[in-house]
């Protein structure tokens, strides 16, 4: 029976599109940006950035670095955030209803870049202050030092929340987050991009 509920982010309560950030780094001198961080990986930069262990300081020089021109913070940041789009109001509104029968939890690879710019967007869009607040806890990488698919943040879930694993329900639109969570025992669910969380019927997990 599943009493919890773990939603990814991006692609699952946050339209993204990497391609925007992949063309708006191209613009500025980066060309091979797309090896450098996708949906399916990040390189070593990326990793450190989205795990808290590198400056958002130390960022903006090793990208300053990798440019072959002059560019400025503020620019790097609107190429970064290029890729977050809009909330999915549908499916936040959803959340709403679910929590009246389960404990709903946010698990997130994210950077304090991107952590800031869509707490604001958050806000702008909703008129609400907090996305945190529709869920027990929120558990963002760069936070926690953790990040998907390594099963160290899931198992940090876990413990952190005293929750059961066979009980858990995880949504995430990346496969090898969903075969990480799969192989600890959590229920999964891997969501396509033509599904939206408030087309699925929960009680059927």
């Known amino acids: 029976m599943i009493k919890n509920i773990i939603f990814d982010l991006g692609g699952v ?22 090896d450098m961080f996708s949906q399916f990986k990040a390189d070593e930069l990326f990793e450190k950035l989205e795990t808290g262990t590198i400056s958002e300081t130390d960022f903006y020089a090793a990208i300053k670095k990798r440019t072959g021109h002059t560019i400025v913070n503020e620019e790097i940041d609107q190429a970064w955030n ?11 509104e959803i959340l709403e209803k679910l929590s009246a029968d389960y404990k709903l939890y946010l698990l997130s690879n994210t950077n304090n870049i991107h952590l800031k710019y869509f707490k604001s967007l958050f806000t702008r869009e909703t008129g609400k202050p907090l996305l945190d ?10 936070e926690v030092g953790l990040r998907k698919p390594g099963e ?13 694993a066979a009980e858990t329900l995880f949504i995430d ?26 087309m699925l019927e929960i009680n059927s997990f």
């Not at 925007?20 to 500025?28: G, T």
């Not at 290029?82 to 936040?92: D, V």
């Not at 607040?133 to 760069?142: D, G, H, N, Q, V």
């Open 82 to 92: 290029a890729l977050i789009l809009s909330f999915r109001k549908e499916s936040l």
């Open 13 to 34: 309560l946050l339209d993204i599109d990497y391609q925007k950030s992949i063309d708006a780094f191209k613009n500025r001198g980066i060309d091979d940006f797309e």
């Open 133 to 142: 607040a529709y869920f027990t806890k929120a558990w963002y990488s760069s």
């Open 173 to 198: 639109d990346t496969l090898a987050n969903i075969e990480t969570a799969q192989k600890l025992g959590f229920k999964t669910h891997l969501l396509l991009p033509t599904e939206r969380i408030e």
């Open 152 to 164: 160290q943040i899931f198992q940090f879930a876990l413990q952190e929340e005293n929750l059961v």
